[in-house]
């Protein structure tokens, strides 16, 4: 469990807008097989959009379904220790191939 004390407080500035996270670290985990109602290019641009929210995010693809966390938890729990590590030592989120090293996920 991560105490709110120990995350840096540059982290909590207002943004200009809900769109923008400044440099907030953001990793987004898109689902590796497609489940919805959307078209497939649609769903592909609302997940790489999300990754635009922030000046320090990273796009990475999970092998499963929507429930990456059942079927791909290696790539989540990837995405959040560099999330986590990132929020506290103030440096950015590796790329997606660094990220996804070693775990079933690939770079979209």
């Known amino acids: 469990m991560v105490a709110i004390s120990s995350i840096s407080t540059r982290l909590v500035v207002p943004c200009a807008t809900a769109r923008d ?5 953001l990793a987004v985990v898109k689902a590796g097989r497609y489940e919805d109602v959307l078209t497939v290019s649609l769903w592909d641009r609302s997940q790489a959009d999300l990754a635009t929210l922030s000046s320090n995010a ?3 693809q999970a092998a ?4 990456v966390m059942n079927d791909d938890p290696t790539v989540l729990l990837a995405a959040v220790r560099a999330v986590v590590a990132s929020a506290r030592s103030g440096n950015a989120l590796p790329t997606c191939r ?3 090293a070693g775990t079933d996920g690939r770079c979209p």
Do not use: E, K, N, R
């Not at 499963?64 to 429930?67: D, I, L, R, T």
């Open 64 to 67: 499963g379904g929507h429930f």
């Open 21 to 25: 996270y400044g440099a907030m670290p």
């Open 98 to 100: 660094d990220l996804v």
């Open 58 to 60: 990273v796009l990475v």
